[in-house]
């Protein structure tokens, strides 16, 4: 049979608007988070992290909001840019644990 | 700071070689990951150790792939007799070795089994 790969959600958006990336999580357990970017070519590089006891982070020009009761993350990006362009990924862990769980990822476009 | 350092870049050879990868972890970080990722199963744990002992080796496909790390500086990631369905991107992470703590990757190693 035909091979079928993994369809990533995708988001475009036009340059100087805001994105939205969501991501559900199953585990709860879970007690920290974390958002990666990967562009063509390179392994994922962080973005920002949050854990359990609070439900918002902000970084420069980023948002990350956690919502435990519906088991939900999103990540925000102001004024998006032609260089956010990649695939986004959520990573989820739990009790102290080294090892992450991540997801299928998002590929984000950004229209010029 | 220098990052984590894998090497090489990007690997062909045929069918029933040996094939071996090489990490660097950034220095301090006692804790290292690799991971698979292809376009079917997306990225994929393989084994990770913490203070250069395997810890979780569950996502290793099978016998033909072994990973060791001798020292805190130094990882190998072998697959012997590798086969075309090994081609992938692997990747390097390392961490603080304390949980709650980011990954760090390397830009990986693009395989490709003929």
């Known amino acids: 049979g035909e091979s079928v790969g993994l369809h990533l959600p995708t988001l475009s958006v036009q340059e100087g608007d805001n994105s939205i990336i969501n991501c559900a999580y199953s585990n709860s357990a879970s007690d920290y988070f974390i958002w990666y970017k990967q562009e063509s070519g390179k392994g994922p590089q962080f973005i920002i992290d949050?854990?359990?006891?609070?439900d918002k982070r902000q970084g420069q020009r980023v948002t990350v909001l956690l919502n435990k009761t519906v088991k939900h993350l999103s990540l925000q990006i102001a004024a998006t840019q032609p260089g956010d362009s990649a695939v986004y990924f959520c990573a989820e862990g739990a009790g102290g644990a080294n090892n992450l769980f991540f997801g299928t990822g998002t590929r984000l476009t950004v229209i010029p | 700071d220098a990052g984590v350092i894998q090497s090489p870049r990007h690997e062909v050879t045929e069918m029933g070689q040996e094939v071996t990868l090489r990490c660097k972890p950034i220095s301090g970080h006692n804790s290292l990951f690799w991971y698979r990722q292809t376009m079917m199963r997306g990225l994929e744990l393989l084994i990770y150790?913490?203070?250069?002992?395997?810890?979780?080796d569950s996502g290793m496909p099978e016998d033909r792939f072994s990973a060791k790390m001798p020292n805190a500086s130094f990882s190998t990631l072998k697959i012997q007799p590798s086969e075309p369905r090994d081609s992938a991107v692997y990747f390097c992470a390392s961490s603080p070795g304390v949980g709650g703590q980011p990954q760090h990757f390397g830009d990986g190693t693009r395989l490709s089994i003929l």
């Open positions: 949050i854990r359990s006891n609070m």
């Open positions: 150790f913490n203070n250069n002992v395997p810890i979780d």
